[in-house]
Nanobody
Framework: VQLQASGGGLVQAGGSLRLSCAAS????????VGWFRQAPGKEREFVAA????????RYADSVKGRFTISKDNTRNTVYLQMNSLKPEDTAVYYC??????????????????WGQGTQVTVSS
């Protein structure tokens, strides 16, 4: 499946952004869709994931209570609503699709298809 991430930008600390990940080529059905981020000089890290069938979600501890992952079946799109943004949230955000089990949603190696990334910059 081909993924197109969008919605990044520059925002002040405490602000909000909504990222979108749209699928083309095939549906997200039977996939887990995850959001990951990579800051300069750091490894790519898990942010959140959602199982398309059933809607099971999982979040990194660093974003729990601030970020919400959701899906729109009719648009074949996954969203990441980011509230109360902090400067440490600054990174390139990537969406990915794969078939990990719940306990492995945070494993980058288990996601086969990746989008191109969208930059999120949070100023202090």
């Amino acid at each position: 499946v081909q993924l197109q991430a969008s919605g990044g930008g520059l925002v002040q600390a405490g602000g909000s952004l909504r990222l979108s990940c749209a699928a083309s080529g095939r549906s997200f059905r039977n996939y887990v869709v995850g959001w990951f981020r990579q800051a300069p000089g750091k490894e790519r890290e898990f942010v959140a994931a959602i199982k398309w069938n059933g809607g099971t979600t999982r979040y990194a501890d660093s974003v729990k209570g601030r970020f919400t992952i959701s899906k729109d079946n009719t648009r074949n799109t996954v969203y990441l609503q980011m509230n109360s943004l902090k400067p440490e949230d600054t990174a390139v955000y990537y969406c990915a699709a794969g078939s990990p089990i719940l306990s492995a949603y945070d494993q980058t190696g288990l996601y086969r298809d990746w989008g191109q990334g969208t930059q999120v910059t949070v100023s202090s």
